[in-house]
């Protein structure tokens, strides 16, 4: 894995699904989290995606942005956003750049078939680009719930780091 805790989170650059730039440079300054997911609209990233949706208020109150990452083409990406009503960020990855450069693009099992594909991985950052945290083992139908669980204990330590 290319994305490491502790280290500069990779550089990027990608359009959102209102063809606006989106990258490590324009998100300096802000906390954000960038869950990575195979397809717009297949089950598994539908759950992922609406139960984020679903904690969305209390992951912002936390003061952090949400971007997902899919090799979906922008206009694929609004229609899930449009569908679910998201109020969060997509981010087109047509071309695998963003996925490879986090090392999350290669072989794994899905229904038992090993396949290449996107590693449903997420990764939380501060303001000052720095990756705080990886989470390799998403749950899809309870990720919204996970985020906040790891921003709880990033907070923890901070604030034990502190005192």
Not at 35 to 48: A, I, L, R
Not at 92 to 113: H, Q, R, V
Not at 130 to 137: A, F, N, P
Not at 143 to 151: C, D, V
Request: net charge neutral; hydrophobic share 35%; proline share 4%.
């Amino acid at each position: 894995m290319k994305v490491e805790i502790g280290k500069p989170v990779p550089s990027f650059s990608n359009l959102d699904q209102n063809e606006e730039v989106v990258s490590n440079e324009s998100l300096l300054g802000k906390k954000y989290i960038l869950f990575f997911y195979p397809k717009d609209d297949s089950p598994g990233c539908t759950k992922e995606a609406c139960n984020i949706r679903d904690n969305y208020r209390a992951i912002s109150k936390k003061g952090y942005e949400v971007y997902g990452i899919s090799p979906d083409k922008v206009k694929k990406h609004r229609k899930f956003i449009d569908k679910y009503e998201f109020q969060y960020s997509l981010l087109a990855d047509e071309e695998k750049t963003m996925i490879n450069n986090f090392g999350l693009w290669g072989p794994k099992k899905f229904m038992g078939k090993e396949i290449i594909g996107v590693y449903r991985t997420t990764v939380i950052v501060n303001e000052e680009g720095i990756v705080d945290d990886i989470i390799t083992k998403v749950v899809t139908k309870s990720h919204g719930e996970q985020l906040l669980e790891a921003i709880d204990k990033l907070e923890q330590r901070t604030m034990s780091a502190a005192s």
